[in-house]
C-alpha cells in the first residue's frame, strides 16, 4: 500500500489546542486517496510512502530525500500546510488537498513509478474522486458489533466516524424492530488513526440495561444505560 502524509512542519508554531486539532485535518482525505490509489494497483518501485513535509518558508526549495530502510520518499516543500488547514468547509479544505495532490504528489508518482504521466492523472483523479463518494469521511464498525444483548431483543453497534473535524466513537442500540432507541456519543478524538485507536476494544452486554465498552490498549472505558 502507497501511505500518503501532508506534515505541518513550520518552525515556532504555537502549541495551542486548535492548532493541534487542525494539523490532523486532511488525514482523512489522505487514507481514503491513499487506499484507492492502492486499490487501483499503482506502486512506487520500492517505496511504500511518500511524506510532504510543508516548511513555511518560502526561501527554501524543494528537495527530495530517499530513506531506504524505511521505503518512504520525504519531499520538502516551501508552502505552508496551515493556509489550507484553516480554511472553514470540508469542501475548501479537500479543494486545497486536491491542488496539493497535483502539485506534489503526482510528480513524486512520475518520479518513481513506470507509469506513463496520462494514466497518473487519470488514477490520481479516480482516487481523488473516491473521497467525495465517500462524503470526505469513514464511516466504519468497532469490535464485532452489532451484538444483541441478552434477551435477544436489542442490538448494540460500535461505530467509528472520521471527517475532516476529527472522530468520534458512538455507541447505537436498536430495539427489536430495528428502531434506533440510542445514539450515545463516546468519545471525541482528533482525526489521526494513530490516536484514536487506544479507543478501539470491546462492547458487552452486561444486562439486558447496561452495556460496557472499553479499550483493549488502555485503562478508558464507559457505560450505556438502556432503558
Partial sequence: ??????????????????????IHGMRIFELIFSKK??????????????????????EKPISYEENLAF?????FVPED???FLKLKSTEAKFQGFSELVYKFIVPAIEKYSAIP?????????????EVINQDYQAV?????????????????????IHDSEGFQL???VYNKRGLRIINQLLVEEVGNEVIYSKFFGELKWLSEH?????????????TIHVS
Fill in 1 to 22: 500500500m502507497i501511505n500518503i502524509y501532508f506534515l505541518e512542519w513550520g518552525k515556532n508554531r504555537s502549541k495551542k489546542h486548535n492548532h493541534y486539532n487542525r
Fill in 37 to 58: 490509489l492502492t486499490d487501483i494497483g499503482v506502486e512506487l518501485e520500492i517505496f511504500k510512502e511518500i511524506n510532504i513535509y510543508f516548511l513555511a518558508n518560502p
Fill in 71 to 75: 521505503k518512504e520518499i520525504n519531499i
Fill in 81 to 83: 500546510l496551515m493556509k
Fill in 117 to 129: 504521466f496520462p494514466e497518473i492523472l487519470a488514477n490520481t483523479n479516480r482516487a481523488l474522486n
Fill in 140 to 160: 466504519f464498525l468497532v469490535d464485532k458489533t452489532p451484538k444483541k444483548s441478552p434477551d435477544q431483543e436489542k442490538f448494540a453497534i460500535l461505530k467509528g
Fill in 170 to 172: 458512538r455507541c447505537e
Fill in 210 to 222: 447496561l452495556i460496557i465498552v472499553s479499550s483493549n490498549s488502555s485503562d478508558w472505558k464507559t
